[in-house]
Every structure is written in C-alpha cells, then in structure tokens.
C-alpha cells in the first residue's frame, strides 16, 4: 500500500487477517441451526460505500448527533485528554471524527487509524497525512477485535477513540472484554474516548436501522452479494429481505436477513437449506444508558472521567482513563 506517492509521514501496517477467513466464517455460519455471519465481513468496498451513506440517512442520528457532540465537546475533550497524545481511532471509516479531535488535541504526538476496510483507510489516512504534514500517521489495516500490536510512536499518553457507537455492535460481555483488552494496552495514564448510542424508544431505534430509502437494507443485502462474489454463492438477494427488530431484554437492534422461501443455496460447493422466513444474523447494534455504560467500563478497569450528551439524550461520549487498581477478575 506504500507507493511513491506516499507522503513522508504515512506508514501502513497490514495486519489483515485474510481472506480465508471469510470462507471459514460463512460456511461455518450458515451450517449452524441459528445461521449468522460475523458483522464485521459488511465492511467490503461497496459496503463500506453504504455504510457511509446510511450516516446521511435522516432517520440515522447517530452520526450526526455524534458529529454535533464532537464539535461542541472537542475544546474540553482535548483538554482532558492533554497535550502530545497519540490517538488511536478504532474502525476510523472517512477518519471525519478522529480529526475532528486531532484539530482540538494541544500538538498531538500521532494518529493511529485502525480499520478493517482497506480502502476506506487508505484513502482517508493518506489525506491526513497530507493535511497534517508534522504529524506521523500510521495506518492500521485490522480487525481490531482481535490482539495485535500497535505500531506507536514511543512518546506521549495513548487515547484510544472508538466512536460511532461501534461498541454497541459487540454484546456487553464482549465490550467489557473489548476494553479491558485495550486498558491493558494503553498503560499507566491512558485513556479511552467512546462514543456510545443510548436506549431509547423502539419506534425512533428501529426507524433509524430501516430507513425509508433502504439504504440499510442494501448494507445488509450487500453481504449476500459478497458472498456470491468472492465465496461462489448463489445467492438470490430478491429471495431475501432485510430485519431490523430492537430486543428490550438485550437492549440491542437485532439485524437479519430473513428467507421469503424455502430454498437451497451453494457456497463454496456446499449446499445451505434455508425454510420460509428462516433467519441469518448479522448484526446487532446495543444500547446503553449513561450509567450503565460506566459501570461497564468500570468492570474492564476504568475510571469514568467525563461523558458529554445532546440535548436530546440520544449519544453520549464518555473519556476514560485507565484506572489505578485493576478489574475484579472476569468470569470468563
Ligand atoms: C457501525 C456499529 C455503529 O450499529 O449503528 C448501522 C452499524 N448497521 N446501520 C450501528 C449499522 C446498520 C452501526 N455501527
């Protein structure tokens, strides 16, 4: 990914995992009696082009109340968060909030995106390392759910910035091990910014995740299309439809794609039966109240330092700092 065009402060790091991956995940997810595949393989070029438009969507608040918050906010993140910090942006997508920070931090010492979708983050980290010639900018190309080791700068606290709510796509005992897994990284005096979606009613939730354009419901279908493309599929997408429903026992946005028959589909050569209205899962999107998700993260060894909310409750934005005494232990 490193071409001549390049400027002197970006650096890729390809910690893809590959792309069998994706066959295993699929065939592995379609074979189970409750069938789902892992939210993360949305993220192809095209869906990635999607998701995008999905946060233009007028039923879709997140980012925009998320951007509004970032905006208001930055002046008092920053100046919590110090000078000299190397920023770490999980799933930075178009990197729009991650600099939005970057402009407010006092002389930040790097910026690290993280991103599964190759094309997103290249495009988006090359344009900052562009825009902010003094600053190093190393592109992570990653599924940043699993381990692997951060290419950083040695000087400064390390924040890591997770915004969009993606946290809410892991269930609750995931985000707690999601950021219990990161506090151990970050180190004495690191920090955590989430940007955190919060419950509220099902009509506004489930709006928000069926938009009346079907842009979502592209994004989902786009999966299937993946499949087919890359995996051998032959899937049908007009024999499927998309499924938003909110579960008030999880507090999540349950997404699916639902079978409209009885039929049978290839991938990779082997064969799938789906029944009428049989279901994949691909997706849940979970909800926090403010207090809820402090506890939390309180639970992963973090100390709740400041959250920021609209004027409508509808996102929240919580700095957390790596706390002194570690977690009580985890059951599993
Ligand atoms: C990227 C996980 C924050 O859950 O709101 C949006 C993904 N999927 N619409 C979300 C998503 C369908 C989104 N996150």
């Given at each position: 990914?490193?071409?001549l065009?390049?400027p002197?402060?970006?650096?890729?790091h390809?910690?893809d995992?590959?792309?069998?991956?994706?066959s295993?995940?699929?065939?592995?997810?379609l074979?189970r009696?409750?069938?789902?595949v892992?939210?993360r393989?949305?993220?192809d070029k095209?869906?990635?082009?999607?998701?995008?438009?999905?946060?233009?969507?007028?039923?879709?608040?997140?980012?925009?109340?998320?951007?509004?918050?970032l905006?208001?906010?930055?002046?008092e993140?920053?100046?919590?968060?110090g000078?000299?910090?190397?920023?770490?942006e999980f799933?930075?997508?178009?990197?729009?909030?991650?600099?939005?920070?970057l402009?407010?931090?006092e002389?930040?010492?790097?910026y690290?995106?993280v991103?599964i979708?190759?094309?997103?983050l290249?495009?988006?980290?090359?344009?900052?390392?562009?825009?902010?010639?003094?600053?190093?900018?190393h592109?992570?190309?990653?599924?940043?759910?699993?381990?692997?080791?951060?290419?950083?700068?040695?000087?400064?606290?390390i924040?890591?910035?997770f915004?969009g709510?993606?946290?809410?796509?892991?269930?609750?005992p995931?985000a707690?091990?999601?950021?219990?897994?990161?506090?151990?990284?970050?180190?004495?005096?690191?920090?955590m910014?989430v940007g955190v979606?919060?419950?509220?009613?099902?009509?506004?939730?489930?709006a928000?995740?069926?938009?009346?354009?079907?842009?979502t419901?592209?994004?989902?279908?786009?999966?299937?299309?993946?499949?087919?493309r890359?995996?051998?599929?032959?899937?049908?997408l007009?024999?499927?439809r998309?499924?938003?429903?909110?579960?008030?026992?999880?507090?999540?946005?349950?997404?699916h794609?639902?079978?409209?028959c009885?039929?049978?589909?290839?991938?990779?050569?082997?064969a799938f039966?789906?029944?009428?209205?049989?279901?994949?899962?691909?997706?849940?999107?979970?909800?926090?109240?403010?207090?809820g998700?402090?506890a939390?993260?309180?639970?992963a060894?973090?100390?709740?330092?400041?959250?920021?909310?609209?004027?409508?409750?509808?996102?929240?934005?919580?700095f957390?700092?790596?706390?002194?005494i570690?977690?009580?232990?985890?059951?599993a």
């Amino acid at each position: 990914m490193s071409d001549l065009k390049s400027p002197a402060n970006f650096h890729w790091h390809d910690r893809d995992p590959g792309p069998e991956l994706f066959s295993h995940a699929v065939l592995e997810g379609l074979g189970r009696t409750d069938k789902a595949v892992p939210f993360r393989f949305l993220y192809d070029k095209t869906g990635s082009d999607l998701f995008e438009q999905i946060c233009r969507q007028p039923e879709y608040y997140i980012t925009r109340t998320e951007l509004c918050l970032l905006e208001d906010k930055a002046a008092e993140i920053a100046d919590i968060a110090g000078p000299s910090v190397r920023l770490v942006e999980f799933g930075s997508g178009e990197s729009r909030k991650g600099r939005l920070l970057l402009e407010a931090l006092e002389d930040p010492a790097a910026y690290i995106p993280v991103d599964i979708s190759k094309a997103a983050l290249g495009a988006a980290a090359r344009q900052a390392a562009l825009d902010y010639p003094g600053l190093p900018v190393h592109a992570v190309w990653a599924d940043f759910r699993t381990g692997f080791r951060l290419p950083l700068p040695d000087q400064g606290r390390i924040a890591g910035f997770f915004p969009g709510s993606s946290i809410g796509n892991f269930t609750r005992p995931q985000a707690r091990h999601f950021l219990a897994g990161w506090r151990d990284c970050l180190g004495e005096g690191g920090a955590m910014i989430v940007g955190v979606d919060l419950i509220k009613p099902v009509a506004e939730l489930e709006a928000a995740y069926d938009d009346r354009a079907g842009v979502t419901a592209a994004f989902t279908l786009n999966l299937l299309r993946r499949i087919n493309r890359e995996l051998d599929g032959d899937f049908q997408l007009s024999a499927f439809r998309h499924e938003a429903h909110y579960n008030p026992s999880t507090f999540a946005i349950d997404i699916h794609l639902v079978s409209r028959c009885r039929q049978t589909v290839t991938v990779c050569g082997q064969a799938f039966d789906f029944d009428c209205g049989e279901r994949i899962h691909v997706e849940s999107s979970h909800k926090y109240d403010v207090e809820g998700f402090q506890a939390l993260a309180e639970a992963a060894g973090f100390s709740p330092q400041a959250v920021w909310t609209d004027k409508n409750h509808r996102f929240s934005i919580h700095f957390l700092t790596v706390a002194e005494i570690s977690p009580s232990p985890v059951d599993a």
